[in-house]
């Protein structure tokens, strides 16, 4: 591997500098930002992985090109580990340092200070996949992790445009390719089918009631999900979906007044179209990894929300049913995860009326699936949507040994482990979890008005703060307190004291340049309120 070749390439794709000496961090779903800031990025990232897929035996590493939730204008460069789940946390680090090299030859001394370092042998092969969601910024992004896979003599494959699930899908498929623990088929196509044929086998013998309509945040999801749903039948599941908001041909329009962010921050349903009272209605957003369902009710107009603490809770309560009747319960262990973001009304559920353990960790996927890997069963949503649940191999393995006993069990262990297939294990991908709720709702006999029914959430708000320097802001407790700037936790305790049942925090976003507020109340006008003033404390601690 040549020195120069690395100079020559990364002189393509330079990278911009920050105003002020400030330097790039990897954030909660790696860098994101400005698409025109991203290319040196990428580039580097591209480096990055090659040493990462070096390191571990050449396994392949995966290259999401997103912006999930955010403008069309921005974009997002976010790696995967061999099995599906995110960049091992120390690696930020490598990818930070990669990504901060002022210049083209300290870039290539870096990466190949990193591959001593970390003894990583060069000489090796490695192997790196992509994939893009329709942001049109992605095809150049794209370019600059094949040209530094090239450089580095790393394989490249380019899937192309993908939602960020079958992006970490493929990338777990070709690492188990071939093995006993094989994830599934190498290919788009691969993913739908085993999606669907998981799918029929939990509805087996159940019917969906009443017609589903996606809105797709005019992102990937729309186009992948009108793929998928090619392979489904209805008529053996009764499941009638109508997607829309699923045109990416006009690439101003994504996540714009629609998608799973839109509802849940606003805490309404996209205006158009209108959503017709009673219907059943959902919305992924720009990548289709969260999920957000809503109905209104027809007899009063209200408008609810069943945002990742209501997927979790039913989710949690339906497998821990299965468990109960499959003969299995006190022999898996199965835990929820949350973020501070959870409404509290959710945790008291999970606690006290489902019995089953609660951790809290801080935002990002990353940390929720870390966490979910200790219980047998480990179902982490956060509040926004993004989410799955993960089954271990012990728990698969005892689907698979135990012998049922009656119709009754035989029946609850089939779910069980067509579940485990269906839902997307590597990360949360809102196309499956979808179908999760369905198979849920159709297997409880359920309509969203008893899903409504399970408890009733908190009133609460989330605002966004616009900062001088969002970096003031440093959390602790996972993310339930601020240690810095100090004295601005005093201000919010004070604060929150005056209000009934109330809990609010403030944090710096990791994917957009702007701080966070978060508050509780047992009342709408009190929840508003208090998220008002911590808002006005932030801002006044935020900086010029
Ligand atoms: C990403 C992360 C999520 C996180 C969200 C917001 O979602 O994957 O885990 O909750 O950003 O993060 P923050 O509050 O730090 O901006 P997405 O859907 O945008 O990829």
Redesign the pocket.
């Known amino acids: 591997m040549e020195r120069d070749s690395i100079i020559a390439a990364s002189q393509k794709h330079d990278i911009v500098a920050l105003p002020d000496g400030k330097l790039y961090t990897y954030?909660?779903?790696g860098f994101?930002m400005a698409a025109d800031l991203l290319e040196g990025i990428a580039f580097r990232v591209g480096l990055l992985s090659a040493l990462r897929s070096r390191k571990l035996s050449g396994q392949a590493i995966g290259v999401m090109i997103?912006?999930?939730?955010?403008p069309a204008k921005d974009n997002?460069v976010?790696i995967v580990d061999p099995m599906g789940d995110m960049l091992e946390q120390e690696w930020e680090v490598y990818a930070t340092q990669l990504v901060n090299c002022p210049t083209h030859e300290a870039l290539a001394d870096t990466f190949f200070q990193l591959a001593e370092q970390l003894k990583v042998d060069l000489k090796s092969g490695a192997k790196v996949i992509a994939g893009r969601d329709t942001r049109p910024s992605g095809i150049t992004l794209i370019q600059a992790l094949s040209d530094a896979c090239t450089a580095t003599k790393t394989s490249f494959v380019d899937y192309k445009i993908l939602t960020?699930p079958q992006l970490h899908y493929l990338t777990r498929c070709v690492n188990t390719e071939g093995t006993p623990s094989s994830y599934g088929e190498v290919s788009e196509v691969g993913y739908y089918k085993k999606i669907n044929s998981a799918w029929e086998r939990a509805m087996k013998n159940k019917k969906v009631n009443g017609s589903l309509t996606v809105d797709c945040a005019n992102g990937v999801g729309g186009p992948k999900l009108n793929e998928l749903l090619k392979y489904m039948d209805p008529s053996k599941t009764g499941l009638e979906t109508k997607v829309v908001n699923d045109d990416v041909l006009k690439p101003e329009i994504l996540n714009l007044d629609c998608g799973?962010?839109f509802v849940k921050t606003r805490q309404r349903a996209p205006p158009n179209p209108k959503p017709v009272p009673g219907g059943r209605w959902c919305s992924l957003?720009?990548?289709a990894?969260?999920l957000i369902y809503y109905w209104i009710d027809p007899e009063t107009t209200q408008f609810f929300m069943f945002d990742g603490d209501r997927i979790a809770t039913l989710a949690a309560s339906f497998i821990a049913d299965l468990f109960r009747t499959a003969g299995l319960d006190g022999e898996l262990r199965i835990g929820v995860v949350q973020?501070a973001?959870a409404n509290g009304a959710s945790t008291k559920y999970v606690e006290q009326h489902l019995q089953l353990p609660v951790v809290c960790t801080p935002?990002?996927?990353?940390h929720?699936h870390h966490a979910a890997c200790a219980f047998d069963i480990g179902v982490y949503f956060?509040a926004?949507g993004?989410g799955t649940v993960l089954f271990s191999t012990d728990a698969v393995q005892t689907f698979e040994k135990k012998q049922p006993q009656s119709p009754a069990q035989k029946e609850a262990l089939d779910t069980l482990r067509a579940l485990a297939d269906l839902i997307n294990q590597t990360v949360?991908d809102a196309i499956s979890d979808m179908l999760m709720v369905e198979v849920i709702l159709a297997h409880k006999g359920w309509g969203l008005r008893d899903w409504a029914m399970t408890y009733q959430d908190l009133p609460n708000r989330l605002v966004r703060v616009e900062v001088g320097n969002k970096d003031l802001f440093q959390t602790t407790d996972a993310e339930r307190k601020l240690s810095h700037p100090l004295g601005c936790q005093d201000e919010i305790d004070q604060c929150v004291k005056k209000y009934t049942n109330a809990r609010s925090f403030a944090?710096?976003?990791?994917?957009?340049n702007a701080c966070?507020v978060y508050a509780e109340a047992a009342t709408r006008s009190e929840a508003d309120d208090l998220a008002n003033k911590v808002a006005h404390i932030v801002k006044t601690y935020g900086g010029a």
């Open positions: 954030g909660t779903a994101r997103t912006a999930s939730h955010n997002g976010k960020t799973a962010d957003d720009g990548d990894d969260r973020t973001y935002t990002g996927v990353k929720l956060e926004n993004h949360g944090r710096a976003s990791g994917t957009e966070r």
